[in-house]
């Protein structure tokens, strides 16, 4: 693995542990503020969060190895579930704006 390639990863790695909490934040306060109402909004953010957690794992993982045959499908693995969350992420927020009009 190249050192910009493993740079990238650190990189991605804080970025899915920040967006990992921010989820899980933005899940428990509107429990909070809803006093337990539960909302299509939650689970699309549960499962960002576990997602982005996925990715984390991914990444120590790829870290760790040395194939390059499998750093590459571990890599592709963690782009399409890391842009997949950001997408589902941008879906939830949009819903939850919109509900709030």
């Not at 650190?10 to 503020?33: E, P, R, W």
């Not at 592709?76 to 927020?93: C, K, Q, R, S, Y």
Request: glycine share 4%; aromatic share 8%.
């Amino acid at each position: 693995m190249k050192d910009m390639d493993r740079q990238e990863l650190l990189s991605l790695l804080s970025i899915c542990a920040t967006l990992a909490g921010l989820c899980i934040t933005i899940v428990a306060l509107m429990a909070a503020l809803k006093h337990g109402q539960h909302t299509v909004v939650d689970d699309f953010l549960a499962g960002c969060a576990a997602a982005f957690v996925t990715c984390i794992y991914l990444i120590v993982w790829m870290l760790r190895i040395r194939n390059a045959a499998w750093a590459s499908r571990i890599g592709n693995a963690i782009e399409v579930l890391f842009l997949g969350a950001m997408t589902v992420m941008t879906i939830a927020a949009f819903i939850a704006v919109y509900s709030i009009w």
